[in-house]
């Protein structure tokens, strides 16, 4: 079996709000899989059905071949769940937490001990097991949490919003370590606002609005189908962007402009050959350029296109949680 997690049809209300409305998902096994979407889109709600915590009212949902409604018990132990939130006790050492959530999940006393030493060493935290959890950073205690999840290592794991309030370099710390852990044939199911961290790790991502996918692909097939590659170009008089669009060559497709930065934006489909064009169009006309650079478009961007939120409703810092 190649597919890790399959999501046939599945329906999930909460009164009259349809959280999940005929989802349909697929996971490859030892793959990271971004699951992206706006705040309500179903995403948590998603993760919460395929790790047995919630009923679907219909449908049928598949986690290591197990289903996740007649066969529960199995899919909790081949899985392993890091929450938005820490379920660490800040008064204990790393090892002792790492301890006892071996033996909640019923390993014996001394496999417990093996085991969190070997997540520790795993994760680098071996030098800080017995400093309380209280005076850790907070890349440390998400990469602790992360070991947590990791106790009965389980084939998936699902990672909801792991870097939430994370700064650069704890987030650089937990991808790390989850590109670690797919390299030792893990599957990942990922949930994020932030689309730099679906961007960095997802093989695939699928883009999920008002409980349906509404599109799956690679980060590179997914920014394709936004336009493809654009040219930015600033110009050093603000008052020429008119002429400047004027003279450009009609293949280049709809251009944008932003008058108070004094730029235009075209979407081309040959990189080279068209900012060869625009460059040369330009000096032809004596129109001096500040700035021109080749670029694809930003999952910010995509995410924008497929959705239509507004830019202030972009998932692009966690500024407001997911409802459902």
């Not at 909790?76 to 769940?81: A, H, K, S, W």
């Not at 390299?183 to 349906?212: F, K």
């Not at 402009?257 to 979407?267: E, H, T």
């Amino acid at each position: 079996m190649t597919d890790a997690i399959v999501v046939d049809g599945v329906r999930k209300r909460y009164g009259e709000k349809a959280a999940l409305d005929d989802l349909h998902l697929t996971v490859g096994r030892g793959t990271v899989h971004g699951l992206l979407g706006p705040n309500g889109a179903g995403k948590t709600t998603t993760v919460r059905v395929l790790t047995t915590l919630l009923r679907p009212d219909a449908g049928r949902a598949t986690v290591a071949g197990y289903d996740v409604v007649r066969q529960a018990d199995q899919v909790r132990r081949c899985i392993g769940l890091l929450g938005q939130h820490a379920a660490l006790d800040e008064e204990l050492g790393g090892l002792q937490n790492l301890e006892m959530f071996g033996r909640l999940y019923h390993l014996g006393a001394r496999r417990a001990r093996t085991r969190a030493e070997e997540l520790l060493e795993r994760f680098g935290l071996a030098d800080t097991g017995t400093k309380a959890v209280r005076h850790y950073s907070g890349g440390m205690r998400r990469r602790l949490d992360l070991a947590a999840s990791l106790i009965t290592e389980p084939q998936v794991l699902f990672l909801d919003e792991p870097t939430t309030g994370l700064d650069p370099r704890g987030r650089a710390e937990v991808w790390a370590s989850v590109r670690s852990l797919v390299g030792g044939g893990t599957t990942v199911l990922l949930t994020t606002q932030y689309l730099e961290e679906a961007d960095q790790l997802a093989d695939r991502i699928s883009v999920v609005d008002q409980g349906r996918v509404i599109a799956d692909g690679t980060a590179d097939e997914l920014k394709a189908r936004t336009g493809g590659d654009r040219i930015d170009v600033v110009l050093h008089d603000a008052g020429q962007l008119g002429a400047a669009v004027a003279l450009l060559p009609i293949d280049t497709g709809e251009v944008s402009v932003d008058a108070d930065r004094g730029l235009f934006s075209v979407p081309v489909a040959d990189r080279m050959s068209a900012l060869t064009q625009v460059v040369r169009v330009l000096e032809d006309a004596g129109i001096e350029a500040e700035d021109i650079a080749l670029r694809r478009p930003t999952l910010n961007e995509v995410f924008l296109h497929l959705t239509g939120c507004s830019q202030g409703a972009a998932i692009d810092g966690a500024r407001s949680r997911e409802a459902v």
